[in-house]
């Protein structure tokens, strides 16, 4: 008969394991992983239900060495999933003013102006994991978000039109901040505002949009992957994304919130551009 420990043991190792299950949803490491059990279940249950001795020492050695290269071969998503989890255990975003913060409509409404001005931008938003990092890299603002310093930031040839801009809580923590570019083989075709927004989403849980020079073609980069929209379908995806990535209204997010957010509903339902 079970009793309470290990009933609380067993709920231990369940959250653990979805938690993990949640944060790899959707990347080539979780894809790997679903791979990988399914691999190793096969092969114990087929060593063990035939009792070959020699060819179940032989998986189990070979399952050590998957495990260990799988860690190395994944170490960026493996390094993002335990930086999502780690960031519930800082301190609670600080509150602002309702006149401090950015609003989707107001995010938005620059958004679709660089676009049909053809001007290109890259900005990123801020989630659970800190862009401090990257944030050093750049020029530090801490400004109220507006369109016509968003404009005046990403119009060549300007000084700071290079590069991507942070924002955190709403405001532009810092812009011409260098970010990591992914070396996805999909995005070879890609400008390197692209590969640099699917790269730090790579890296971290941030949402990261970027304005096409070219096109006027809006994309959002999620978990590494790229979801590009245009013409009239531009405004209504964009309000989606961002409902989820900017502060609420009434104030910082609780940790408790994060957590309910994070193991709650998955982005699928936002995810109906053209992803690459």
Known sequence: ????????????????????????????????????????????????LFHFDVLTRIVQFLLIYIAVSTVVIFQPEIRRILATVGAFGF?????????DAATPDLVVDTLIYLADKRIGALLAFERGISLR?????????????????????????????????????????????????????????????????????????ALVIVVSEETGDISVARNGKLFRYSGEQRAESLHRWLARALPRASGG????????????????????????
């Open 253 to 276: 997010a609780s940790r408790l919130g994060t957590l309910k957010r994070w193991l709650g509903k998955s982005v699928d339902p936002l995810q109906k551009g053209n992803r690459k």
């Open 91 to 99: 301190l609670e975003k600080p509150k602002y003013g309702p006149g």
């Open 133 to 205: 990092g990257y944030e050093d890299t750049g020029v530090l603002l801490d400004a109220v978000f507006s369109r016509g310093l968003v404009t005046s930031i990403f119009t060549p040839p300007l000084p700071l039109h290079d590069g991507g801009a942070v924002l955190r809580n709403g405001r532009l923590a810092s812009a011409h901040c260098i970010f990591p570019v992914s070396n996805n083989p999909n995005l070879i075709v890609s400008g390197m505002r692209h590969r640099a927004a699917v790269g730090l989403s790579e890296e971290t849980d």
């Open 1 to 48: 008969m079970m009793n309470a420990s290990a009933i609380v043991q067993i709920a231990i190792l369940y959250f653990v394991i979805y938690a993990i299950l949640k944060g790899a949803k959707g990347s080539r490491f979780g894809q790997a992983l679903m791979g990988f059990g399914i691999l190793a279940s096969l092969l114990i249950a087929f060593a063990y």
